[in-house]
């Protein structure tokens, strides 16, 4: 039976805070420095960066300036508002990414399909007109590949989805269904496919054959050209952190395909959604609306959709950033139907049990915990107990005392400096807009002067003892605030920033790889472990 916001007040925060946790060897991390940037972001032809040849020169700019780490958001496909912390699935890819170019040489498409394509934006992504026109020529690809492809290329097909089949059947399904539905949420769809039926999903499954082939196809086109891409940043010495975000949408084939696991009723709807309490930011709290997980229920098998989670973006990525790590502590729930956040009420999360049985599947998994913001004694407690690094951000270091966590005198070896994240503004931007007594801050702890101010936070971050430092593109290629990728609490008008190819000059180049050379984050010595 489902389970509704009642059974949370049987629930309370753990009093005590975890020991140690007993683990396998070690995930050592390197002094060593990345970039952070989404691949939205790289340039190309067809109004959306992707996964062709300006993915690859951005890697070859990664190695050549001597950086180890090229940190992304999550790869899920995105929706309304085009979010990459809401997609419609943790673990298929987007098809936005997909580059269609490269789909020339395998007889799926020719230079002739792209006559006619819009006039897109070079420096911003406008989603609309993108998605209109990749939807049509991966469908063209789809009836092309039928009628054209190689065995080979059909086993590959083959091999992909009886690989896949554990995640592949109900999200193509529920991909399908939202085709045939014009893009409504599963919610609204009839109320046997939506609580699924057997007898309704193996209809749907008969009369949708040809949709759910299309998205097969988009699927393993997709993960065969990040396999690619990932492979030659790691033979060039280029690690992927990839991201996974605590929650997942409540309009995905992850809500729909596992409704046991969630905080729902019996017709698949919220009884409680997540969100963030009221503080001194926002006097009614965030309320973001995602569904709560059933952690009573996942811990009965071992949390068997966690490890296949991790193990899902251990594929795409090499080491894995937990976004909203605090809320594997504890996480805020407020019943369905609220308006703010205000009546919500802290519940226990699973804490090191999770952890421990993903590192009993999977072996010792290297993982980056974000743990921004409020944090209690309690998530400190559990991040440290685990030993994963934590992330410092310089953005905040400058409007407290000298006793701010931020700042880098205060910083433990063991955690990730940013000069700011996918939800801040650039360095530069940020520094415009700053009081006269923060800006003074700033320039104090950086000498008396600012010279540069997004290369003096890029030395800043390098010469911690932070044994990572990762820092947004934009601060490199010295972009104000029109490069803000995200602007948290605003719905629209996210994800957009873009670069063009010649703005990776030989000079940025030439001067990161000087910093991560002069402050030793070149590959090589050993600093920090998990």
Same mark, same amino acid.
């Given at each position: 039976?489902?389970?509704?916001?009642?059974?949370?007040?049987?629930?309370?925060?753990?009093?005590?805070?975890?020991?140690?946790?007993?683990?396998?060897?070690?995930?050592?991390?390197?002094?060593?420095?990345?970039?952070?940037?989404?691949?939205?972001?790289?340039?190309?032809?067809?109004?959306?960066?992707?996964?062709?040849?300006?993915?690859?020169?951005?890697?070859?700019?990664?190695?050549?300036?001597?950086?180890?780490?090229?940190?992304?958001?999550?790869?899920?496909?995105?929706?309304?508002?085009?979010?990459?912390?809401?997609?419609?699935?943790?673990?298929?890819?987007?098809?936005?990414?997909?580059?269609?170019?490269?789909?020339?040489?395998?007889?799926?498409?020719?230079?002739?399909?792209?006559?006619?394509?819009?006039?897109?934006?070079?420096?911003?992504?406008?989603?609309?007109?993108?998605?209109?026109?990749?939807?049509?020529?991966?469908?063209?690809?789809?009836?092309?590949?039928?009628?054209?492809?190689?065995?080979?290329?059909?086993?590959?097909?083959?091999?992909?989805?009886?690989?896949?089949?554990?995640?592949?059947?109900?999200?193509?399904?529920?991909?399908?269904?939202?085709?045939?539905?014009?893009?409504?949420?599963?919610?609204?769809?009839?109320?046997?496919?939506?609580?699924?039926?057997?007898?309704?999903?193996?209809?749907?499954?008969?009369?949708?054959?040809?949709?759910?082939?299309?998205?097969?196809?988009?699927?393993?086109?997709?993960?065969?050209?990040?396999?690619?891409?990932?492979?030659?940043?790691?033979?060039?010495?280029?690690?992927?952190?990839?991201?996974?975000?605590?929650?997942?949408?409540?309009?995905?084939?992850?809500?729909?395909?596992?409704?046991?696991?969630?905080?729902?009723?019996?017709?698949?709807?919220?009884?409680?959604?997540?969100?963030?309490?009221?503080?001194?930011?926002?006097?009614?709290?965030?309320?973001?609306?995602?569904?709560?997980?059933?952690?009573?229920?996942?811990?009965?098998?071992?949390?068997?959709?966690?490890?296949?989670?991790?193990?899902?973006?251990?594929?795409?990525?090499?080491?894995?950033?937990?976004?909203?790590?605090?809320?594997?502590?504890?996480?805020?729930?407020?019943?369905?139907?609220?308006?703010?956040?205000?009546?919500?009420?802290?519940?226990?999360?699973?804490?090191?049990?999770?952890?421990?049985?993903?590192?009993?599947?999977?072996?010792?998994?290297?993982?980056?915990?974000?743990?921004?913001?409020?944090?209690?004694?309690?998530?400190?407690?559990?991040?440290?107990?685990?030993?994963?690094?934590?992330?410092?951000?310089?953005?905040?270091?400058?409007?407290?005392?000298?006793?701010?966590?931020?700042?880098?005198?205060?910083?433990?070896?063991?955690?990730?400096?940013?000069?700011?994240?996918?939800?801040?503004?650039?360095?530069?931007?940020?520094?415009?807009?700053?009081?006269?007594?923060?800006?003074?801050?700033?320039?104090?702890?950086?000498?008396?002067?600012?010279?540069?101010?997004?290369?003096?936070?890029?030395?800043?971050?390098?010469?911690?003892?932070?044994?990572?430092?990762?820092?947004?593109?934009? /601060?490199? @290629?010295?972009?104000?605030? =029109?490069?803000?990728?995200? !602007?948290? +609490?605003?719905? %629209? *008008?996210?994800?957009?920033?873009?670069?063009?190819?010649?703005?990776?000059?030989?000079?940025?180049? /030439?001067? @990161?790889?000087?910093?991560? =050379?002069?402050?030793?984050? !070149?590959? +090589?010595?050993? %600093? *920090?472990?998990?």
């Amino acid at each position: 039976m489902p389970k509704t916001e009642e059974d949370l007040h049987e629930i309370s925060p753990a009093p005590e805070q975890p020991g140690p946790v007993h683990r396998g060897e070690p995930v050592e991390f390197e002094r060593a420095s990345g970039i952070l940037l989404h691949p939205t972001s790289l340039p190309g032809r067809f109004g959306i960066g992707d996964m062709g040849e300006a993915a690859y020169r951005f890697v070859d700019f990664l190695a050549n300036s001597r950086q180890h780490y090229w940190q992304i958001m999550p790869l899920g496909p995105t929706s309304y508002g085009d979010s990459p912390y809401q997609a419609l699935s943790a673990f298929a890819g987007n098809p936005l990414l997909i580059n269609l170019e490269r789909l020339i040489d395998e007889h799926c498409l020719a230079p002739w399909d792209f006559g006619g394509s819009p006039a897109f934006p070079e420096r911003s992504v406008d989603y609309g007109p993108v998605i209109n026109f990749k939807q049509r020529l991966l469908r063209l690809s789809f009836e092309n590949f039928k009628v054209y492809a190689s065995d080979v290329q059909k086993k590959g097909l083959a091999s992909f989805i009886d690989a896949n089949h554990s995640w592949l059947d109900d999200y193509t399904l529920f991909a399908s269904l939202k085709d045939y539905h014009g893009g409504s949420s599963w919610v609204s769809w009839e109320q046997d496919i939506a609580t699924r039926q057997p007898e309704t999903l193996k209809r749907w499954r008969n009369d949708l054959d040809d949709l759910i082939g299309f998205h097969q196809y988009v699927q393993f086109t997709f993960f065969r050209q990040w396999s690619s891409l990932k492979k030659y940043a790691n033979e060039r010495g280029i690690r992927i952190v990839g991201d996974i975000p605590l929650f997942v949408a409540y309009d995905s084939a992850d809500a729909w395909a596992h409704q046991e696991l969630f905080y729902f009723d019996t017709q698949g709807k919220p009884t409680v959604v997540a969100g963030v309490p009221p503080d001194y930011f926002s006097p009614t709290g965030q309320l973001w609306g995602n569904p709560l997980y059933h952690w009573d229920i996942m811990a009965q098998d071992g949390y068997a959709w966690w490890i296949a989670r991790f193990k899902a973006v251990l594929q795409q990525a090499d080491i894995v950033r937990l976004d909203h790590f605090r809320g594997f502590e504890a996480y805020w729930a407020v019943p369905a139907g609220e308006e703010t956040a205000i009546n919500g009420k802290w519940v226990q999360g699973p804490g090191v049990d999770l952890f421990q049985a993903v590192e009993r599947a999977l072996g010792p998994v290297p993982i980056i915990a974000e743990d921004l913001g409020l944090i209690t004694p309690e998530v400190e407690a559990l991040r440290k107990a685990l030993g994963f690094p934590g992330m410092k951000v310089l953005q905040f270091a400058f409007s407290d005392d000298a006793t701010n966590l931020y700042l880098p005198h205060n910083y433990e070896s063991n955690c990730v400096v940013y000069t700011g994240t996918h939800d801040n503004d650039t360095s530069l931007g940020w520094f415009s807009t700053l009081n006269e007594k923060d800006r003074m801050a700033v320039q104090l702890y950086l000498g008396g002067c600012v010279h540069e101010l997004n290369w003096d936070m890029v030395r800043l971050a390098f010469m911690s003892v932070a044994h990572t430092a990762i820092i947004p593109l934009q /601060d490199v @290629l010295s972009v104000g605030s =029109e490069g803000r990728m995200n !602007t948290p +609490g605003r719905s %629209s *008008g996210n994800w957009g920033w873009r670069f063009l190819q010649d703005m990776l000059t030989a000079a940025a180049c /030439d001067r @990161l790889k000087a910093l991560t =050379e002069i402050y030793g984050r !070149t590959v +090589g010595k050993k %600093s *920090g472990c998990l």
